[in-house]
């Protein structure tokens, strides 16, 4: 599953985090590739915005780890 958006710092990687939490709650994570991606370059290797991550957190979900590609 790849989600995509344009700079791969707020909605795909959130959209990307959100499925990747459910789809292991599910107990499917062998199931599924899951990844996000950009359609443009300007953001490469920025993690995700400040305010996504903040509230994916509130919502108990980490995509810290992302980097938009």
Sequence with gaps: ???V???NICRSPTAEAV???Q???AGLDAY???DSAGTHGYHIGD???QRAIATALARGVDM???RAR
Excluded: N, S
């Design 1 to 3: 599953m790849l989600f």
């Design 64 to 66: 810290r780890d992302l």
């Design 32 to 34: 599924f590739h899951i």
């Design 23 to 25: 789809v292991k709650e």
């Design 5 to 7: 958006c344009t700079g």
């Design 47 to 49: 993690p995700p915005d």
């Design 19 to 21: 499925f990747r939490h």
